[in-house]
Structure formats: C-alpha cells, structure tokens
C-alpha cells in the first residue's frame, strides 16, 4: 500500500513544524503585548522611528510589538496562517524569507517615513509573507504554488490596497516596504532553490 507525498513521514513532520513554527510567532506576539499593557504601553517606543539613531531598533524589534490589542488581534489570524504556509515548504527557507522581509520592511520605513512617527506592528511581514506566496509560484514554476498564489490572491487580494497612502493611522510605508520584502525574497530565494540551496 503506497502512501501519498502528502501524506508521508516528511510531509507531516513539515506541516506540524510550520504550525508550531508560526503558534510559537503568534505566542510570543501575545506574550510581549501581556508585558507591554503590564509596562504601560513603554516598549512602543522601539518601533521605528525613522532617521533617529534609536530608532533603528525598530528594524529589530517593530515586527513583534503592537499599539494595542485591536492592533494585535486584528493581525493575530493573517499571521498565523500566512506564516504556515511560508514555513510548511521549507522551514530553513521560511526563515529566510521571514528576515528578507523584516530587514527591508524595516530599513525602507527607517528611510522613507515620516519624521516623528513611530511605526510598530507585524502587518509589515504579513504583506512580506502574502506577496511572497503569491509571487514565488511563477519564480519556480511550481503550479501548486502558482495556484496557491491564486487562492490567497482571491481571499486576501484586497488587504494590499493598505499599500496606498492615506489611511490616518496606518503605516503603508511598512506594508509597501514590507511586500517589497516579500517579492525581493521570492527571486532571490527561489533563484537559489534552483541551485540547490536551501
């Protein structure tokens, strides 16, 4: 009796990394907002401030901090889920892709936005992740990729409107540097795919 790729050894052991991959994400989002009510809101001040030499810390820790529990919950689902999916084809290869992101989302918003500002939350990696998911399928050429890219591009399409300037309150700056991020990460790591790496 055969058993399908999907159902192999490999592919469970992928999937249930990818989920404890991206609860153990979301868990630590939670945790650090229990500590930052507990503080009174102080570790908002290490998101990103752009051209203050302190604020480069925002590059390092922005992605995992957020202006409260709306903020939090509101990006909690789209983390989860988008974060599985970018690890469950590789997990080594999730990760890099995950730093992509968060190292040009972050440094984009330090450069272009607005003095004064502070710009904090995990919205840049979950445009980072959605773009790359739904690029990298015609990277690699992988059709169940390209399909994938097609479903979400259906479910979530519309969020990447919050690239456009605009909206009080919302930082596009780090969801348009963020899906930046994730299409920069889609050539580059799938280009190395080809090669064998990763």
Avoid: C, K
Wanted: hydrophobic share 55%; proline share 3%.
């Amino acid at each position: 009796m055969s058993t399908s790729r999907l159902d192999s050894p490999a592919a469970r052991s992928a999937w249930s990394q990818a989920a404890l991959g991206a609860g153990a994400f979301v868990v630590l989002l939670w945790a650090l907002e229990i500590v930052d009510a507990a503080v009174g809101h102080r570790l908002d001040q290490y998101g990103v401030q752009p051209r203050e030499g302190e604020g480069l810390l925002g590059i390092v820790f922005a992605p995992v901090l957020h202006a409260g529990w709306g903020h939090l919950a509101a990006n909690t689902v789209p983390a989860l889920v988008l974060l599985f999916l970018v690890l469950v084809s590789g997990f080594a290869r999730g990760l890099a892709v995950t730093g992509v992101i968060w190292v040009v989302g972050g440094v984009g918003v330090w450069l272009v936005a607005p003095d004064g500002t502070t710009h904090l939350g995990a919205s840049v990696l979950i445009f980072g992740w959605l773009v790359y998911l739904l690029v990298r399928g015609f990277f690699t050429g992988r059709l169940r990729e390209i399909a994938l890219g097609v479903v979400l591009f259906v479910l979530y399409g519309g969020v990447l409107l919050g690239v456009m300037p605009g909206q009080e309150g919302i930082s596009w700056q780090g969801h348009l540097f963020g899906a930046a991020g994730g299409a920069l990460a889609a050539y580059a790591l799938s280009e190395r795919r080809g090669r064998g790496a990763l």
